[in-house]
């Protein structure tokens, strides 16, 4: 089967995720995305359409994340990528989720890489990182760099931005907690863009809503997330979806 642009990209994305940091491949992994661009342009690939391709007219939101984005440890159809692109499609939405997640993925990995992403031309984007900076205990101060960078080069490329919330793991400290969990609500006023407080709203810590390893959630949890999640994803792309 021909495959869209969108479907490539799903599939380089998957070939490199699992528990890795694409911060450490630095001038690497930036040139491997500049090839992979370039390739594309050249060969004219991207202009192939396939069966399931979504509509000419459908705006594109751009889910900018880690292994919480990417769909750690489910199939493709279970991840949050492909469950909140269910729910659109159910409500009528034309609207085409990138699924732009990267297990292992830390707030400079996501900077990093954010040039490739916007390279689809998004109309939108959520944003879901943090997650491993809080793991790694990451200085706040970097992590909220890192996020002020990504708002803004989003914001000069006119993408209207939906940020997603992450908390401390609560193991760094009453400092570092504090501290980290400020960045969102920070960031979201300084750029003035809509905030949801915690991604992980309504599964964190549930064994049942939860794989093995409590920090991924399972496609139970997911569905949760998606469905608290919806609105404020549907009040982003308005009249857009």
């Not at 069966?51 to 705006?59: E, N, R, V």
């Not at 909220?144 to 793991?169: F, P, T, W, Y």
């Not at 991924?216 to 997911?222: C, E, I, L």
Request: aromatic share 6%; proline share 5%.
């Amino acid at each position: 089967m021909v495959k869209s642009r969108q479907a490539r990209r799903s599939a380089v994305h998957r070939t490199i995720r699992g528990r890795c940091d694409p911060s450490a491949y630095g001038p690497a992994f930036r040139l491997f995305n500049a090839t992979f661009r370039a390739a594309l342009a050249v060969s004219g690939i991207g202009l192939l359409l396939c069966a399931t391709a979504a509509p000419a007219d459908a705006a594109k939101l751009l889910a900018l994340g880690d292994s919480l984005t990417a769909g750690f440890g489910l199939p493709e159809n279970q991840g949050f990528t492909a469950r909140l692109q269910a729910a659109l499609d159910a409500d009528g939405r034309k609207v085409e989720v990138i699924n732009a997640g990267i297990s292992g993925d830390t707030t400079a990995g996501g900077l990093a890489r954010l040039d490739w992403s916007l390279a689809d031309h998004p109309d939108f984007a959520l944003v879901e990182l943090g997650a491993n900076d809080a793991l790694r205990g990451t200085d706040p101060k970097e992590t909220e760099s890192n996020l002020d960078q990504i708002l803004a080069r989003l914001q000069a490329a006119h993408v209207k931005v939906l940020l997603c919330g992450m908390q401390a793991l609560r193991n760094w400290g009453p400092d570092y907690d504090r501290n980290f969990d400020a960045i969102y609500p920070k960031l979201a006023k300084k750029y003035d863009v809509p905030l949801y407080p915690f991604f992980l709203e309504g599964a964190a810590l549930d064994p049942k809503l939860n794989q093995q390893d409590m920090l991924h959630p399972n496609a139970t949890g997911v569905d949760i997330i998606v469905k608290k999640l919806l609105p404020m994803v549907e009040a982003l792309v308005g009249a857009g979806g």
